[in-house]
Nanobody, 116 residues
């Protein structure tokens, strides 16, 4: 079965960096675009970044453009989210996501808290 396991979250001060990882299994990873979403308390889940199956193209939400970078290593079945210059408003649970055929899959999420 499809599994997505996120890691790398934590508590960080404003202006610092974190790198999230998502290890995928149960499907042919290199065939599918991958996404990172986040959800802050009291807010709807929002798309942070997406990357094409081959890693050649990526898109970002307006709030993270220029600060976050999505990448992937198909050999390791892993997608990454490098987050730089973190701000308190980046505090959220971050989720890895894939849409495979007609089904959508989510990881369990990893908490990122940006606070001084």
């Amino acid at each position: 079965q499809v599994q997505l396991v996120e890691s790398g979250g934590g508590l960080v001060q404003p202006g610092r960096s974190l790198r999230l990882s998502c290890l995928a299994s149960g499907f042919t990873f290199e065939y599918y675009d991958m996404n990172w979403y986040r959800q802050a308390p009291g807010r709807e889940r929002e798309l942070v970044a997406e990357i094409s199956h081959d890693g050649k193209s990526a898109k970002y939400g307006d709030s993270v453009k220029g600060r976050f970078t999505i990448s992937r290593d198909n050999a390791k079945r892993t997608v990454y989210l490098q987050m730089n210059d973190l701000k308190p408003e980046d505090t959220a649970v971050y989720y890895c996501n894939v849409v495979r055929h007609i089904a959508e899959y989510w990881g369990q999420g990893t908490q990122v808290t940006v606070s001084s």
